[in-house]
DNA sequence: GCATTAACCACAG
DNA sequence: CTGTGGTTAATGC
């Protein structure tokens, strides 16, 4: 935890852009940044709310625990809000937030002023989980797999070559498939020469292959 | 039936 | 944690 600047934040969050000084002073005395080294839980299921979470900087995933294993619901990268943790009334996280990256974060005690913004994440966050599903019902796990580093490569680092921040046992909770099969699809595309794998880097080779796969499913 | 897909188990590195 | 092989169950042709 340390002392921050909200009016002077190079990653001003878009609802943030809107406020005027007075307003600035709120949100600073309101608000606390915090770092987290890659491992560490930024707000846990089950425990009581530390009200909205802003992503500054670095990489996360958002869980919940299901009936069998745990889910990985996304995988964000900063700046980004991390959702409403908990359902309006109680204070109780209904999923986490874990970095998987060295991350900062910064936790504001909601008000008004920030309600339009969140509520436009929101709204983008439900689209974005409903085509998910939709993929997920439908495609075979090539299609998954494939779709995961598309959007990987695409989305989060913008490059086709990255170092990949999740487990093969991740993506299988990510995906909701077991850690053997995004083991055996990695290595099938790998031999296929449409991925590279060295350690946890990956490199996206063949690219239009890619994306008929995971069109394909 | 036979083939394919993928989950579960177990063991090795 | 990762990779692999054997086994099993479900599904499709």
Redesign the pocket.
């Given at each position: 935890m340390k002392n921050h600047n909200c009016k002077e934040c190079l990653i001003k969050s878009a609802a943030a852009k809107n406020l005027n000084n007075e307003e600035f002073e709120i949100l600073e005395s309101n608000s606390v940044q915090v770092s987290f080294k890659k491992g560490e839980v930024i707000f846990k299921q089950d425990a009581l709310s530390l009200n909205v979470a802003y992503l500054k900087t670095g990489l996360v995933k958002v869980h919940m625990r299901g009936p069998?294993r745990e889910k990985i619901l996304r995988v964000v990268r900063a700046p980004t809000y991390l959702g409403i943790p908990t359902t309006f009334g109680d204070k109780i996280n209904q999923f986490s937030a874990t970095a998987l990256e060295d991350t900062s974060v910064c936790f504001i005690d909601t008000n008004g002023k920030f309600a339009y913004e969140i509520i436009v994440e929101l709204c983008k966050n439900e689209l974005f989980d409903y085509q998910k599903y939709v993929s997920m019902s439908q495609?075979?796990?090539?299609?998954m797999v494939a779709e995961t580093l598309l959007c990987m490569s695409d989305r989060i680092f913008e490059n086709s070559r990255f170092n990949?921040p999740?487990?093969?046992?991740?993506?299988?909770d990510l995906i909701?498939?077991?850690?053997?099969?995004?083991?055996?699809?990695?290595?099938d595309l790998s031999n296929e020469k449409i991925i590279e794998?060295n350690g946890?880097e990956i490199s996206i080779l063949n690219k239009e292959l890619l994306i008929q796969i995971s069109e394909k499913?």
């Open positions: 069998v495609k075979q796990i090539p299609g990949f999740l487990t093969r046992g991740e993506v299988g909701g498939t077991s850690r053997e099969s995004v083991s055996r699809v990695l290595t794998m946890s499913g």
